[in-house]
């Protein structure tokens, strides 16, 4: 069971370089969702779904799109990546409830470098 | 708005125990619980519902303080194996799991 895949494990981009950062799960959950961890700032919410076809933003969303068009798949887009975009990223899933009460199972993480 | 977890750091001796807070803002609902260890991706440890409900880990117990809006995790008789970051995330009904973390506590358990 390999749970939740992300791809690439890291990447170096230059400033304007647009790129995507792959997530898939197998564990047919509903919710999805994409976090970027920066020292001193915990894990911060950049888009989440709930199902394919719905997605919607969390704290820090600009620079960044997200589609889902499958339960299994949910890319996360930087359009320009900016210097301030270099982070190591991780996408998470749960099954979905409404009481927030399922924990959330992560991915290994992309880090990424913007020079 | 982010938790806010106490202490930001701590540094234990094997045996000892150690306490981790984390405080809303806003009224809580649920509480959830990861350690991280350093490279790696975020681990469950535990789920705390407002009604008491709890899911998580056997060896480490939290508590869940509506009142005060606060929860702490306890983590008794330290292993070298607790050693990591532990962050705190808040949920909100009908939150859809949407889940808002903390900055973290970074815990050092030394021989």
């Known amino acids: 069971n390999a749970g939740v895949t992300q791809t690439p494990k890291f990447q170096v981009l230059k400033t304007g370089q647009s790129m995507t950062l792959q997530c898939a799960q197998d564990?047919?959950?509903?919710?999805m969702s994409w976090y970027r961890q920066d020292p001193g700032m915990g894990l911060r919410l950049i888009h989440y779904s709930v199902g394919a076809g719905i997605t919607d933003q969390g704290e820090v969303p600009n620079g960044y799109n997200v589609s889902r068009s499958t339960t299994e798949d949910f890319p996360l887009r930087l359009l320009s990546a900016a210097p301030s975009q270099t982070s190591v990223y991780f996408c998470?899933?749960?099954?979905?409830?409404?009481?927030?009460?399922?924990?959330?199972?992560f991915g290994d993480g992309t880090r990424l470098s913007i020079l | 708005q982010q938790p806010v977890q106490s202490p930001q750091a701590v540094i234990l001796r094997e045996g000892e125990d150690a306490v981790i807070n984390c405080s809303s803002s806003k009224a809580l609902y649920s509480v959830h619980w990861y350690r991280q260890k350093h490279g790696e991706a975020p681990v469950f440890l535990m789920i705390?519902?407002?009604?008491?409900e709890q899911k998580g880990h056997e060896k480490i117990s939290a508590s869940f303080n509506e009142k005060k809006q606060q929860s702490s995790l306890y983590l008794t008789a330290s292993q070298l194996s607790y050693s990591g970051t532990y962050f705190c995330?808040?949920?909100?009904?009908?939150?859809?799991?949407?889940?808002?973390f903390g900055i973290g506590t970074k815990l050092q358990v030394i021989p």
């Open positions: 995330g808040t949920g909100a009904p009908g939150g859809y799991q949407k889940v808002t």
């Open positions: 998470a899933s749960s099954p979905w409830t409404a009481n927030s009460n399922q924990p959330q199972h």
């Open positions: 705390l519902l407002k009604g008491g």
């Open positions: 564990m047919n959950h509903e919710y």
